[in-house]
């Protein structure tokens, strides 16, 4: 899998330093480096943390844009079921599929039908026993690579299906190619909700070529849409998807579709860690499915939505009563079972591991905890890394300096304008511990009766 | 330096905010340290379930983990009220957690013999009114 197109990108100009992405990472895979942040992508699992909080907007989030459908002669729009939330008032689904034929498409294919495909797959799964419990769902991409990347040992309990996008980007492509539009005139082109399915996408291929020809925007869209959706007259009927596909776009609402009463939905990083790290202790071993998304709220909560994500949980609430359950509007039967399944799993890098053995990585791990010792546990960020514990891993590695420290420097000063003659008058036993606790607060510089800066 | 590393935890009583963090620790160490997927899953619920043990019955305690290249040793101490019938406690499903607790969503009766279940070695002493020390022994290959 060639990881080539990542989930974020810095824009330099923009940035300016602050510390606000590095702390909210999750995986800790941000730095500030030289006055700009820095991601380290080997530990970046794309979930847009970063995105939702820069309050510079320095850090972008990757999709193409709107333009790039008129490269095609046959256009495909498979919007994400978050888009319906994005609108007020909206009535029927189907004003937003014939807004997307006005802007340019040439026909719609939705991926909430690909997820009662993949709902009714897994139930079928699911009575013949065949996953291990609690069984995680695979649909929120930054979840499937954070479990592989820091929890290897609930891998196995991901099911391993591919998400709806993917099942509805590949049969739009075949509905067009039986309709007989020559293959190399087809465009299929996902509407996100969030950068991570960009990058899930991107990456992803099947032996023909790319799965999605491009990835809007659901933001980019949503302007578009919106002067051309009142002019609409006549709505035809597109939507072929049930309230359980389009229940996907929100938390739970997976959940729904799987026929189990037994089940967990939660939603925002920190709880899906928490979630994560109980299921390591065995501690929810009564539940059958978990269902884990890195935004808040679910997929509406994603950083390419428009609307906050609460508002349009609600408005996807709201067509509850117009709409039927499911449709089913697809059989699992038609297809083979390796239509459903991944090729392979993600191919994540360990970033707990230490060292290569045992013994190395013990070393480090000493190195680390004697240099954490040290150090101020305040973590204040100014040094560049997101805690003291992780800067002193930095510094182990080589990966910056330990001066980068501005309580270590403040020391260092003090200590240099100390007579250094471990007198003992201060009440401390060395000058360099009196330098540490004037630093630290507990003591006070005018206690030296001898520092330089005391004489001046 | 010894191929071993020792790491101590004081576990607190009737602090279910807390409780966990020292299994949490032990299994943030053996990522780090490398140790397999499958065997940081059986340290992890074996310790848990202890720790969980020692808050809920003992009014916290102890918990002293030796890690080795092949394997991990836990003690569990605490100065609890001891297990009358160690033999009782054992059958899963047997439990004297008061309905409180029940309601937290622990006492399920299932503590000990998942913890033998889960380790390689599993060892408990209790003398009644002198407290509990459970021995486990998780090996690596």
């Known amino acids: 899998m060639g990881k080539n197109i990542h989930t974020v990108t810095l824009d330099s100009e923009n940035c300016r330093g602050c510390i606000a992405c590095m702390k909210r990472c999750p995986t800790e895979a941000i730095r500030v480096r ?7 992508y080997d530990r970046c699992i794309g979930c847009g943390e970063c995105v939702r909080i820069c309050p510079h907007q320095a850090k972008l989030p990757a999709y193409d844009p709107f333009n790039v459908i008129f490269d095609y002669k046959y256009k495909i729009a498979v919007p994400a079921p978050s888009l319906f939330g994005q609108f007020n008032n909206l009535e029927d689904v189907d004003l937003v599929l014939n807004g997307l034929l006005e802007i340019g498409f040439d026909d719609v294919y939705e991926v909430a039908l690909g997820a009662e495909l993949i709902s009714a797959k897994t139930r079928e799964l699911m009575a013949l026993g065949a996953l291990k419990k609690p069984i995680i769902s695979s649909a929120c991409p930054a979840v499937v690579e954070l479990i592989h990347m820091r929890y290897k040992g609930l891998a196995d309990h991901v099911v391993d299906l591919v998400a709806p996008v993917e099942v509805a980007l590949r049969l739009a492509r075949e509905r067009a190619i039986k309709a007989g539009i020559p293959a190399e005139d087809i465009g299929v082109f996902f509407i996100s909700p969030c950068p991570a399915k960009v990058y899930a996408l991107k990456n992803s291929m099947t032996t023909d070529g790319p799965i999605a020809d491009g990835v809007l925007a659901i933001s980019e869209v949503y302007f578009k849409l919106l002067p051309v959706l009142p002019k609409i007259k006549e709505v035809k009927k597109i939507s072929q998807t049930g309230m359980l596909g389009i229940r996907w776009a929100a938390s739970g609402g997976e959940c729904l579709g799987i026929d189990n009463d037994k089940y967990l939905a939660a939603d925002g990083m920190e709880n899906v860690i928490n979630v994560l790290q109980e299921m390591e202790n065995g501690s929810l071993s009564y539940i059958d499915f978990v269902e884990l998304t890195a935004c808040t709220s679910g997929c509406v909560g994603g950083v390419l939505n428009v609307e906050n994500p609460f508002a349009a949980r609600a408005r996807l609430r709201s067509f509850r009563h117009k709409l039927e359950p499911m449709r089913n509007a697809l059989k699992c039967d038609d297809y083979e079972e390796k239509f459903f399944h ?26 680390i905890e004697e240099l ?32 980068m420290c501005t309580r270590i420097q403040a020391m260092d000063e003090l ?7 471990n007198c003992g008058k201060c009440g401390q036993r060395t000058c360099r511990q009196f330098a540490r606790n004037v630093v630290f607060g507990d003591t006070v510089a005018e206690k030296c009766p001898y520092s330089k800066k005391n004489q001046k | 330096m010894s191929e071993a590393l020792r790491l101590e935890f004081n576990v607190a009583g009737n602090n279910f905010i807390s409780a966990g963090s020292a299994s949490d620790e032990v299994k943030k160490t053996l990522k780090m340290l490398g140790i397999g997927a499958q065997f940081i899953r059986k340290v992890a619920i074996a310790m848990y379930e202890g720790e969980i043990n020692m808050v809920i019955h003992a009014g916290g305690g102890r918990a002293i983990v030796d890690i080795f290249p092949e394997k991990i040793k836990i003690v569990l101490q605490d100065e609890g009220p001891g297990i009358p019938d160690i033999e009782l406690a054992m059958k899963e499903g047997y439990s004297t957690a008061t309905d409180n607790i029940r309601d937290l969503g622990f006492g399920a009766g299932m503590g000990l013999p998942n913890m033998k279940k889960y380790t390689d070695e599993f060892l408990i002493e209790s003398e009644v009114g002198v407290g509990t020390t459970v021995t486990m022994v998780v090996n690596f290959i």
């Open chain 1, 34 to 40: 030289n006055g700009k942040a820095k991601v380290l």
């Open chain 1, 342 to 367: 991944w090729d392979h799993a993600p191919e994540v890098k360990d970033i707990d591991k230490l060292g290569e053995d045992f013994a190395s990585a013990l070393k480090k791990m000493r190195e």
């Open chain 1, 372 to 403: 954490y010792s040290t150090l101020p546990h305040i973590d204040c960020g100014q040094c560049g890394a997101p805690s003291c514990r992780a800067f002193a891993e930095d510094v182990v590695n080589g990966d910056t300096k330990l001066e």
């Open chain 1, 415 to 421: 200590f240099a304008s100390l007579p250094q003659t």
